[in-house]
């Protein structure tokens, strides 16, 4: 028996004060590098909106421009990951080459 899929149940919208199905918003922006005052973080409880005014918010959110100090930390950070994505790889690499070595090593040996 296939579980019943969740239906958004209908309620008045925090924003328009409409009967509609309702989602509940939350923001999709992870955490914050640096404590800064956000509308989305410092609310004490985020609202349930319909459709309409739930693409209204995440519209208003992703036009937010970021703080630039998060922004310089971001930058800093991704530079940090791709720099050890490049040593995990070239880590890889040697590592083969060392087994291929052992391996050319005792072949040549028996």
């Known amino acids: 028996m296939d579980p019943k ?3 958004p149940f209908e309620a ?3 924003h328009c004060h409409q009967q509609r199905p309702l989602f ?7 955490c914050h590098l640096v ?3 956000c509308r989305w973080c410092d609310r004490d409880k ?3 909106l319909c459709t309409r005014c739930w693409d209204i918010e995440k519209q208003l959110e992703d036009r937010t421009p970021a ?4 922004l310089a930390i971001g930058g800093f950070l991704s530079a940090v990951v791709s720099r050890s994505e490049e040593y995990y790889a070239q880590a890889a690499d040697d590592r ?6 052992a391996a050319a090593t005792e072949e040549s040996a028996s």
Not at 67 to 70: A, F, G, H, I, S
Not at 96 to 101: M, Y
């Open 24 to 30: 509940l918003y939350e923001p999709d922006h992870n």
């Open 5 to 7: 899929p969740l239906q």
């Open 12 to 14: 008045y919208c925090d």
């Open 67 to 70: 703080d630039p100090q998060e």
């Open 96 to 101: 083969a080459t060392c087994e291929g070595i």
């Open 35 to 37: 404590p800064v005052v």
């Open 46 to 48: 985020q609202p349930l």
